[in-house]
């Protein structure tokens, strides 16, 4: 009864006039961000987080969350309507989607996937609600050998989980801890990798490498492609809407397999993509007519949907109760709480009440929101498709570069922006995830500090993380997923072997036969 008590404050926080400005202001640019390809959820809120710095912590993060939410929804549009996947998890929205506008049922794929999301995103905030109370209070009794394991965790599980080669993620991973060691050592007080420059005294600012390498980056990729726009119009009527919700309801277990795999993935650092591409792949497996997938199945549409928003809103569950990002987008709002002066984990929930549950409270209006304006917008957003890119591909470079500037009003900033824009840009276009890169931006310190103090504490012995059930427990389970990688493919190695040697033996002659005419 007690989080029921805080989750009625929060609303009482979010439903005042201003925060509502803020969700309905952040919900529109959302929509814009995730409509434009080349942006996205974690692009759009780092480029735009500048513009929160002179507002009050509680309605900045209503805002960019709000941003979050409206981006995607926004990418679900640019998806059917134009084949074009405005957020990477869409592409399995486009499987369907895109085949049922061409047959002329555009309203009633878009009125699916906005419903789904809905859904999807309701049950991971329900999540969110009953679970983090009870995350953050058991993590009270965190230690820094605790913390540190829960972090090594995280990052064992981008290896070990992610779809990315292994390889690349730790490559991309060890860039991100190289970069968090720039600046002053705050331990020992010394000066690390400064190289004489008195601008990196404080490291590299973890606003400007995301506004370079998502932002920035990914507009030069989609200027090299010399990307255009052609689809299908889009217009949803109220006829429409109720026909399509009509429908809904048969796909419930596909509804409930997808919230369930897109919370999981989206609790540990699995991502909105893998689980959207994950609740297709059952859904086709268990749908009766799995051949009508991929031709326009109302059905192909939903799965992915509910599975993607439940992904990306839980992973803030982990941001929010351990200070361990879920997803890039959690990573990035991340930065921002830290920018305010607010250390994400088990704390925040006992000292900044107010703050969190006014945030989960913003989560279920802003969906709801979110869901009514994609509603009825969706001719707005098709129009604007139809802008040539190359008008608004320097308008998004301008506003990176001022986003980079108001940080410390420093060009400094605006030219390592650049710097961090070409590295994305590389990044993308060799297909190395940047995930790991910024997870290791953010939390490189956070790990960094845990460990030291652990070795403080232990004298140096690294029996501390197997001093307890608990961190022993974390701790294995991080070297089992450090190493899963390659026991993948020791047994993937052993089966061909296996089938070789069988096919051998089915090839060979039969002594038995052969001397028999």
């Known amino acids: ?68 939410w409206g981006a995607l929804f926004g990418g679900a549009i640019t998806s059917i309507l134009f084949n074009i996947p405005g957020e990477p998890w869409s592409v399995a929205t486009t499987f369907d989607g895109y085949p049922m506008a061409q047959q002329g049922r555009a309203g009633e794929a878009m009125t ?64 991100g801890f190289a970069l968090a060691a720039v600046g002053l050592d705050t331990v020992t007080g010394q000066l690390r990798m400064t190289f004489g420059h008195t601008e990196l005294l404080q490291g590299f600012d973890f606003l400007i490498a995301v506004i370079g390498l998502f932002g920035l980056g990914e507009i030069l990729l989609t200027m090299e492609e010399g990307l255009a726009f052609k689809g299908a119009k889009g217009k949803i009527d109220l006829n429409v809407v109720l026909q399509t919700w009509k429908k809904l309801p048969r796909y419930w277990m596909t509804s409930l397999r997808g919230c369930l795999i897109g919370c999981w993935m989206g609790i540990t650092p699995g991502g909105a993509t893998p689980a959207s591409f994950m609740s297709y792949g059952m859904a086709r497996r268990m749908s009766k007519d799995r051949d009508s997938f991929g031709t326009g199945n109302i059905e192909g549409v939903v799965a992915p949907e509910t599975a993607a928003h439940a992904a990306g809103t839980s992973a803030l569950l982990p941001m929010l109760t351990l200070g361990i990002p879920g997803s890039p987008t959690a990573a990035v709002l991340l930065g921002g709480l830290l920018i305010w002066g607010l ?74 922006m650049l710097v961090f824009g070409v590295v994305g840009y590389f990044f993308k276009k060799l297909r190395y995830p940047l995930a790991p890169l910024v997870l290791a931006l953010v939390l490189g310190d956070m790990a960094e500090t845990a460990f030291r103090q652990s070795m403080l504490l232990s004298g140096g012995s690294v029996g501390i993380f197997w001093s307890n059930g608990l961190v022993g427990t974390i701790m294995t389970l991080a070297v089992v997923l450090l190493c899963w990688p390659l026991v993948s493919a020791g047994l993937d190695l052993w089966r061909k072997r296996l089938r070789a040697s069988e096919s051998a033996a089915d090839d060979a002659p039969d002594p038995a036969k052969a001397g028999k005419p």
């Open 112 to 175: 699916a996937a906005f419903t789904s999301s809905f859904i999807g995103a309701f049950v991971a905030v329900l999540v969110i609600t009953f679970l983090a109370p009870l995350v953050a209070k058991f993590a009270l009794k965190f230690g820094p050998a605790e913390y540190f394991a829960v972090q090594f965790l995280t990052f064992c599980s981008f290896i070990g989980m992610s779809r990315e080669p292994p390889a690349k993620t730790i490559a991309a991973m060890m860039l």
């Open 1 to 68: 009864m007690e989080d029921i008590g805080n989750l009625m404050q929060g609303f009482a926080v979010a439903l005042t006039w201003k925060n509502l400005l803020f969700m309905l202001v952040g919900i529109l640019l959302g929509v814009l961000i995730g409509v434009l390809p080349g942006l996205g959820g974690a692009n759009g809120v780092a480029i735009l987080l500048p513009l929160t710095f002179s507002m009050p912590p509680t309605s900045a993060i209503i805002m960019l969350s709000c941003i979050y």
């Open 343 to 416: 250390q994400p984990g088990p704390l925040l929930f006992v000292e900044k009440k107010e703050f969190v549950w006014g945030l989960i409270a913003s989560m279920y209006l802003g969906n709801i929101v979110g869901l009514l304006i994609v509603l009825t917008t969706v001719p707005w957003w098709a129009a604007i498709l139809r802008i040539p890119f190359s008008i608004i591909a320097p308008v998004i470079v301008v506003i990176c570069a001022v986003g980079a500037y108001t940080v410390h009003n420093n060009m400094f900033d605006v030219a390592m």
